[in-house]
């Protein structure tokens, strides 16, 4: 992490933009992406089934795994814009009320995504897409393990143990990210202190006498 402390200008603004336009991009890809993934292949028309044709982007992979895969790009996409966004106007400047204000706002976006948005796309995915019903069986225990008695663990207690443990797992990512950020500047070994250099960027070498 110290090595973030010890960005140069020039650098963090070129790696926040870039990670803040490749965010932007992805994002409107993963939209796109869902919304053309959820058309239905077919359709019953007249009691027969028959296949759905779109004018345009009919080329497009459609389906339940790849309206997923449009989902996940729209998590990683909006974490980059996220993380771009702390770069270009939060990393490595001086903390003045609004920039406070601004990183506030930042962070509010990233816990209503990652605790809000992330956990009811998910249960929506899995409840309609995926059918993870309770009438669905996942798995059934061996009657020897509960006495002798039949025990079926439906679709619907993996879906909530996965919503369920994502939360624990983030809770515990954005505990360890918030003492990261706050040892940003420790943690420097010793053989990597920073170079002198001088006002006009060339490193300093002491002179012999």
Do not use: C
Request: charge should be positive; charged fraction near 15%; avoid cysteine.
């Amino acid at each position: 992490m110290y090595r973030l402390a010890e960005l140069s200008e020039s650098r963090r603004k070129a790696i926040g933009a870039a990670l803040l336009v490749a965010g932007l991009l992805g994002l409107v890809l993963g939209v796109i992406w869902i919304h053309w993934s959820s058309i239905p292949r077919t359709e019953i028309v007249g009691g027969v089934q028959t296949p759905v044709t779109v004018d345009y982007l009919n080329w497009f992979p459609r389906g339940v795994i790849w309206k997923g895969i449009g989902y996940l790009i729209v998590l990683g996409a909006t974490t980059l814009a996220l993380v771009g966004s702390l770069f270009l106007w939060v990393l490595n400047r001086p903390l003045t009320w609004a920039r406070a204000t601004v990183a506030a706002f930042i962070t509010w976006i990233a816990l209503v995504f990652y605790f809000g948005i992330v956990p009811s796309e998910w249960l929506n995915y899995a409840q309609t897409d995926l059918d993870w019903s309770s009438q669905r069986v996942a798995l059934s225990i061996p009657p020897f393990l509960m006495l002798g008695n039949e025990v079926d663990i439906s679709w619907a207690v993996v879906k909530d143990l996965i919503s369920a443990n994502y939360h624990v797992v983030m809770l515990g990512v954005a505990a360890v990210l918030a003492i990261q950020i706050q040892k940003m500047r420790e943690g420097r070994p010793a053989e990597a202190k920073p170079e002198k250099v001088s006002p006009y960027g060339r490193p300093l070498i002491r002179g012999r006498s």
